[in-house]
């Protein structure tokens, strides 16, 4: 009788060293790829983000409290502040509300858009005081966010070495930022 062997049939797949080789080529395009990556945002774009998205809570805030609050903006930061029982409160102790400073190295410049202010300048009037930029300690605007939704306009300029981003608000209260030339 004559033996006869049966050949098994060569399993498919992986060994351990293909698959340790296949991860090393994967970590090394990865690392690749993170090398080349652009940059992550400009700080300054993201002061600006902020300060938009904080003001609209606040308005959002006077319009459903009713009750008068404003923005107090000055070289190194913001806060806001409410009405309580005739002075002005900082709002120091809120999350939302608190203060916050600008991130190092950005400037920020605030300018009202008021016919009246610019009236006066065109007759010879002095200069608003409405700039708030670093190095001008005693400089501070401070803007007051109407309970019924009718808003001072103003822009505020966020300039850096990264960019500059301005946030513009309207009569309406509308908020947009936008990359600034």
Do not use: C, H
């Not at 001072?152 to 981003?165: E, K, L, M, N, Q």
Request: net charge negative; no cysteine; charged share 30%.
């Amino acid at each position: 009788m004559v033996g006869r062997q049966i050949e098994r049939p060569r399993e498919r797949g992986l060994t351990l060293v293909e698959l340790l080789v296949v991860i090393v080529i994967l970590a090394l395009a990865s690392s690749v790829v993170l090398l080349n990556a652009p940059p992550s945002r400009p700080k300054v774009k993201e002061d600006a983000e902020r300060f938009a998205a904080r003001l609209a809570l606040a308005m959002d805030e006077a319009i459903a409290t009713g009750g008068v609050m404003r923005i107090s903006i000055d070289a190194k930061g913001y806060q806001f502040e409410r009405m309580q029982a005739g002075e002005w409160t900082p709002l120091d102790d809120d999350r939302i509300f608190g203060r916050r400073d600008f991130d190092k190295g950005s400037l920020a410049k605030v300018e009202i858009k008021d016919a009246a202010f610019d009236n006066a300048r065109a007759l010879g009037g002095e200069e608003r005081p409405d700039a708030a930029e670093e190095g001008d300690d005693k400089e501070k605007t401070e803007i007051a966010l109407d309970p019924l939704g009718v808003q001072t306009a103003f822009s505020v300029r966020f300039s850096s070495a990264d960019g500059a981003f301005v946030v513009t608000v309207d009569e309406g209260g509308g908020i947009a930022v936008n990359a600034d030339a």
